[in-house]
């Protein structure tokens, strides 16, 4: 949730008397029975023409925050999705948004040409290993994994 969803949500509480934050207009102390209607009824006094589903707005908020630059792991995270596909299913980009990436790939592409280094010789990927002294009686340490020694 973000600080102004939660700063809208406290002053809603503070400004009723009543333990819900979303009472009922027409039972007063009961809360709202439907999310849906309230929605319909907010469409219908905007005089929205075309229809408009509640999950819309579910499409739009994966769409806007994937585009935003949100990783599809995170994304998947607030939207309470276990899997990054049904993520994927509320996703919708922009032609816009397209484009925008695929000049991104063009200049890491152009930068990565321009940028050719040679490979490292096979000295310089070589683990260094360092000599030990030994006490009379006693083995050489070896690290965990590779068996060379810090």
Do not use: C, W
């Given at each position: 949730?973000?600080?102004?969803?939660?700063?809208?949500?406290?002053?809603?509480?503070?400004?009723?008397?009543?333990?819900?934050?979303?009472?009922?207009?027409?039972?007063?102390?009961?809360?709202?029975?439907?999310?849906?209607?309230?929605?319909?009824?907010?469409?219908?006094?905007?005089?929205?023409?075309d229809y408009f589903r509640l999950y819309d707005l579910r499409h739009t908020y994966g769409t806007r925050t994937a585009e935003a630059g949100v990783d599809l792991a995170t994304l998947a995270a607030l939207m309470g999705h276990t899997k990054i596909q049904m993520t994927m299913h509320y996703l919708h980009p922009a032609d816009q948004h397209k484009r925008s990436a695929a000049k991104k790939l063009e200049a890491l592409r152009a930068a990565q040409a321009s940028q050719v280094q040679a490979p490292p010789t096979p000295k310089e990927s070589l683990p260094k290993i360092v000599p030990q002294k030994l006490r009379a009686g006693s083995r050489p340490v070896r690290s965990k994994g590779r068996g060379v020694a810090k």
């Open positions: 949730m973000t600080e102004t969803v939660s700063e809208i949500l406290r002053r809603r509480v503070n400004g009723t008397s009543s333990k819900y934050v979303f009472e009922s207009p027409r039972r007063p102390g009961r809360p709202i029975g439907s999310v849906r209607k309230s929605h319909d009824n907010a469409v219908n006094r905007a005089q929205i023409a």
